[in-house]
Nanobody, 124 residues
Framework: VQLQASGGGLVQAGDSVRLSCAASGRTFSNYDMGWFRQAPGKEREFVAAINTFGYTDYLESVKGRFTVSRDDPKKEVYLQMNTLKVEDTAIYYC???????????????????WGQGTQVTVSS
């Protein structure tokens, strides 16, 4: 599976952005998809994920503001980010793994495929 993230940019605090991740290759519907981010000087962290069953999970600090969704026929996964904060500034990565579990995976090591990342910068 090859992944291509897009949709980042420079926005102001309180704005909304939707990230997209397009997949190519194998049957997309068989893959759990996740979003991770890495801020300058920090480790990469889990943001949100949606598995093949449609179950979702979120980083506590983005709950209620971010929504992850997928469109299997289009082979795309999205991250709708609302009410952005300066601390959401990071490079956002999409990731995929062959889905076999009903639970949503939050650990980076569980994901085998990674996109190149898209920068989101939130100014105050």
């Amino acid at each position: 599976v090859q992944l291509q993230a897009s949709g980042g940019g420079l926005v102001q605090a309180g704005d909304s952005v939707r990230l997209s991740c397009a997949a190519s290759g194998r049957t997309f519907s068989n893959y759990d998809m996740g979003w991770f981010r890495q801020a300058p000087g920090k480790e990469r962290e889990f943001v949100a994920a949606i598995n093949t069953f449609g179950y979702t999970d979120y980083l506590e600090s983005v709950k209620g503001r971010f929504t992850v969704s997928r469109d299997d026929p289009k082979k795309e996964v999205y991250l709708q980010m609302n009410t952005l904060k300066v601390e959401d500034t990071a490079i956002y990565y999409c990731a995929g793994r062959y889905g076999t579990r009903i639970s949503v995976q939050r650990d980076m090591s569980d994901y085998d495929y990674w996109g190149q990342g898209t920068q989101v910068t939130v100014s105050s």
